[in-house]
């Protein structure tokens, strides 16, 4: 198997060897300040050019995660539009420094921060960046690499209050019952999770037997696994046959016969039925956290009479 470098790392490797040859050093100058560079990528965040912030961040950081993923977290946080971050502690250790503060988001509520900076070229850069609120142990939210309660929780994601799981709920049998309706199952593909298309299930090993999976682990499996448009439509043909309607389900309450579930992999389990007119629709559903919503990832419907 080949291996190819990104063209990134092989230029920052280039570099590295340039300056060695002619006897440059890599060292910030003593009149470079992290804080100020700290300072400087949380202002450009505030004022809402994040795609600045996220090019002036160290490399490192730019791998951790996509600039769309960086822009979504950020904005669910509030950071954008938020205060300038107050620093409560400084630690210079070798070549980084960490900064703990706290910021005022745009919602007006405080949240702590802990961010690293590494030292690139005469510049510092922020290295990682963590978030918490109030007590809670802080979170390394912006990145995909090494996460323990973190971003896309497919990441750690609270449950939904009682309107947005009836919405939910909603939205997929609506485009569901559009879907069948139809006979034709295209939008309804598009709509569900990636992770399912793509045939991917939780990571299972013995770190989820001890409930500490990183839930934004995933795992291949057989490629005839993988989720189709034609599977959908021939899983649900007797719908289409039988010209099913379940338009009536929309302005009605789902009725949740289990309490909603957040499982242990990081999956929203939602069973409950709809008392509609002509019958009484059973439902399971299965959702996973894809930036920025919940996207379905199994769908079983039963229509009792």
């Given at each position: 198997?080949?291996?190819?470098?990104?063209?990134?790392?092989v230029?920052?490797?280039s570099?590295?060897?340039?300056?060695?040859?002619?006897g440059?050093?890599?060292a910030?100058?003593?009149?470079?300040?992290?804080?100020?560079?700290a300072n400087?990528f949380?202002?450009?965040i505030?004022?809402?050019?994040?795609?600045a912030?996220y090019?002036s961040a160290?490399?490192?950081?730019?791998?951790a995660?996509?600039?769309?993923?960086?822009l979504?977290?950020a904005?669910?946080?509030?950071l954008?539009?938020?205060?300038?971050?107050?620093w409560?502690?400084?630690?210079l250790?070798?070549?980084?420094t960490?900064?703990d503060?706290?910021?005022?988001t745009?919602f007006?509520?405080?949240?702590?921060?802990s961010v690293?900076?590494?030292?690139?070229?005469?510049?510092?850069?922020?290295?990682?960046?963590?978030?918490s609120?109030?007590?809670q142990e802080?979170?390394?939210?912006?990145?995909?690499?090494?996460?323990?309660?973190?971003?896309?929780?497919?990441?750690?994601?609270?449950?939904?209050?009682?309107?947005?799981?009836a919405?939910l709920?909603?939205?997929?049998l609506?485009?569901?019952?559009?879907?069948a309706?139809?006979?034709?199952?295209h939008?309804?593909?598009n709509s569900?999770s990636?992770?399912?298309?793509n045939?991917l299930?939780?990571?299972r090993?013995?770190a989820?037997?001890?409930?500490?999976?990183?839930?934004d682990?995933f795992?291949?499996v057989?490629?005839?696994?993988?989720?189709?448009?034609?599977?959908l439509?021939?899983?649900?043909?007797?719908?289409?046959?039988?010209?099913?309607?379940?338009s009536?389900?929309a302005?009605?309450?789902?009725?949740?016969?289990r309490?909603?579930?957040i499982?242990q992999?990081?999956?929203?389990?939602?069973y409950g039925?709809?008392?509609?007119?002509?019958?009484?629709?059973?439902?399971?559903?299965?959702?996973?956290?894809?930036?920025?919503h919940?996207?379905l990832?199994?769908?079983?419907?039963?229509?009792?009479?």
């Amino acid at each position: 198997m080949i291996f190819l470098l990104p063209r990134r790392v092989v230029l920052a490797a280039s570099l590295c060897l340039i300056a060695l040859l002619t006897g440059c050093s890599h060292a910030p100058s003593a009149a470079q300040d992290p804080e100020a560079a700290a300072n400087g990528f949380f202002a450009l965040i505030e004022k809402g050019d994040a795609r600045a912030a996220y090019d002036s961040a160290a490399f490192g950081f730019q791998v951790a995660q996509t600039f769309d993923a960086f822009l979504s977290n950020a904005r669910e946080l509030g950071l954008v539009g938020g205060q300038p971050p107050a620093w409560t502690r400084k630690a210079l250790d070798g070549a980084e420094t960490r900064l703990d503060g706290t910021v005022i988001t745009q919602f007006g509520t405080p949240i702590n921060i802990s961010v690293t900076l590494t030292p690139d070229g005469k510049d510092w850069k922020l290295f990682s960046l963590r978030t918490s609120i109030g007590r809670q142990e802080a979170e390394n939210r912006f990145t995909v690499v090494g996460k323990g309660s973190d971003f896309n929780d497919v990441y750690h994601q609270p449950m939904p209050d009682p309107k947005q799981l009836a919405d939910l709920v909603h939205d997929t049998l609506t485009t569901f019952n559009t879907a069948a309706q139809r006979a034709d199952f295209h939008d309804f593909f598009n709509s569900v999770s990636e992770y399912w298309k793509n045939g991917l299930q939780p990571y299972r090993g013995a770190a989820a037997d001890a409930g500490n999976v990183n839930k934004d682990q995933f795992q291949s499996v057989q490629a005839d696994s993988r989720l189709t448009e034609k599977m959908l439509k021939d899983h649900f043909q007797g719908f289409v046959d039988k010209k099913i309607e379940l338009s009536s389900v929309a302005g009605l309450p789902p009725v949740f016969d289990r309490p909603p579930l957040i499982t242990q992999n990081g999956f929203l389990d939602l069973y409950g039925h709809f008392d509609a007119p002509q019958y009484r629709v059973y439902f399971f559903l299965e959702y996973v956290y894809e930036l920025p919503h919940w996207k379905l990832f199994g769908i079983e419907i039963e229509l009792r009479q």
